[in-house]
């Protein structure tokens, strides 16, 4: 998936995009708490004053034209009340009630209750309530016209007050509402774009130290083990840069001690291989000489001549395969290469050990490669001796031509290999069955032949083949070391 993620979108989904969307979230989450109560607080206040001052127009208004009508009340007088409450407040609408009279300048009966009603009528006080929409807030007063001795005269008077008026002179309440909300969301868009400065800035002070990291570890990665993080600071990621060294500073020193200790084991068994050498070259001479003696010798002596020859015939076998695995362990072996033909290279190996009858296949001539003759030698006689030895003939051989490489395949006609062997089978003294305290070989012959085949830049598989038998592939290149990514 990442490699089909454009960088800054990956940048995007990473830590930064992580801590720019968390200073963000803060920043836009607290801006827009604090715009909203102040829009709150600022409308209530506001719309309170609004209310004031309708109240009290209304009853100056009242006040004034008290004493000056005549008792009982008739229409003319609902519309002298109706017209004084207007000339002090013309953007409104104006209800006047008397009982059974009522004049009304449009709109107000319907938004009068029942309840105001009850209350203007019955109590004597004035009352009011908010109608309409949110954004554009109305003003019902209900108020009783009291005479001069602030007796009851049974009129009500209903007024209902717009908030938003067209006359530029009047108090314009929404749209005062609306400049606040224009002016917070103003302040916080602002804030957001201060906030995602303030977040890329912390983000990239938090991710320098990171990107260190990284580097370090992409240094030691490679084997670079000497590679440290320069600690500034005293916070967390000064702490965490200190544990970073300390955990490499360990690293390089176990390394260094393991390539000390692995150095010595292959010193040591270089040069017991190469001590054993001398004295396992006589033994080997006299059990050949006790071989030849062996019709003349008795019988307990002839069992015991024969057990000598052959173990001393493994033991140098074994010092062999340890000086050659040495050779490999200490990068000191080489290759002498030439172009041959593969098939007779591979034939003569078989001839050599007398393995011709046991073996069948195809080995077509004419495929061509630079190789190490003595090397190739190695590898046929480990893999076809290892399937001769688990499998039983007839070994099947097969060689062709795959691109630029030659592929050549062993297949036994044994039970195969386990599951829990395969991934094994090339490590040396590797014992698939542990019962075993020892095994013909030298443990070591599928491993040589894996190193070889690698020298040359090719390599070897092992599997399974239906209904029976293991299968191990050789891959050479046709020329000598070809680009690692080339192999097959």
């Given amino acids: 998936m990442k490699r089909w993620v454009p960088d800054w979108l990956r940048g995007m989904l990473g830590l930064r995009g992580r801590l720019i969307a968390a200073f963000l979230l803060i920043a836009v989450g607290g801006t827009a708490t604090i715009a909203l109560v102040n829009y709150s ?32 009340p008739n229409e003319d007088t609902l519309l002298t009340i109706q017209e004084a409450v207007l000339s002090g407040a013309p953007n409104t609408q104006v209800m ?23 209350a203007v009528g019955g109590g004597g006080f004035a009352y009011f309530q908010r109608v309409g929409t949110s954004t554009v807030p109305r003003l019902v007063i209900g108020m009783p016209l009291q005479s001069d001795d602030y007796q009851s005269t049974g009129i009500e008077v209903y007024t209902l007050h717009s908030l938003r008026v067209g006359d530029q002179r009047s108090e314009n309440v929404a749209g005062t509402i609306e400049g606040v909300a224009s002016t917070s969301l103003q302040t916080a868009l602002i804030t957001t774009l201060i906030a995602a400065l303030l977040a890329l800035l912390a983000a990239q002070g938090v991710l320098r130290p990171v990107r260190a990291m990284r580097q370090v570890a992409n240094e030691l990665a490679d084997g670079d083990l000497s590679a440290r993080m320069q600690v500034r600071g005293s916070d967390e990621l000064a702490d965490l840069s200190r544990t970073v060294n300390e955990m490499a500073e360990t690293l390089e020193y176990n390394v260094e001690h393991l390539r000390r200790m692995e150095a010595g084991a292959r010193r040591f068994a270089a040069d017991v291989s190469h001590e054993l050498r001398t004295p396992l070259a006589a033994m080997v001479a006299v059990t050949e000489i006790l071989e030849t003696d062996d019709p003349r010798l008795p019988p307990e002596t002839q069992a015991s001549a024969q057990l ?8 140098a076998r074994l010092v062999e395969d340890l000086m050659e695995i040495s050779r490999f362990d200490a990068g000191s072996a080489a290759l002498r290469l030439e172009e041959c033909d593969v098939a007779q290279a591979i034939k003569g190996a078989l001839g050599v050990r007398g393995w011709q009858q046991q073996v069948v296949g195809s080995l077509p001539a004419g495929v061509i490669a630079q190789i190490d003759r003595r090397r190739l030698d190695v590898i046929v006689a480990n893999l076809v001796g290892n399937a001769l030895k688990h499998g039983g003939s007839p070994v099947h051989l097969d060689l062709r031509v795959v691109g630029r490489y ?7 006609n044994g039970p195969g290999m386990s599951e829990e062997v395969l991934p094994h089978v090339f490590d040396r003294f590797y014992k698939a069955d542990t019962a075993r305290t020892r095994s013909v070989g030298s443990g070591l012959g599928l491993a040589i032949a894996l190193e070889n085949a690698m020298l040359h830049g090719g390599r070897i598989t092992a599997n399974n083949v239906q209904p029976n038998g293991a299968r191990f592939v050789l891959y050479l290149p046709l020329q000598a070391r070809p680009p690692k990514e080339e192999r097959p």
């Avoid at 009630?97 to 209750?113: C, P, R």
């Avoid at 000598?308 to 033991?315: D, I, L």
């Fill in 41 to 72: 607080r600022t409308k209530d206040t506001l719309l309170q004053q609004a209310q004031n001052n309708a109240v009290r127009t209304v009853r100056q208004q009242l006040n004034q034209v008290a004493g000056t009508i005549a008792y009982p």
């Fill in 96 to 118: 006047v009630v008397y009982k059974d009279l009522k004049v009304d300048s449009g709109g107000v009966n319907e938004q009068v209750t029942g309840d105001m009603r009850q």
């Fill in 308 to 315: 000598v020859a052959r173990e001393t015939k493994n033991m």
């Fill in 406 to 412: 030659l592929e050549f395949a062993v297949t036994d």
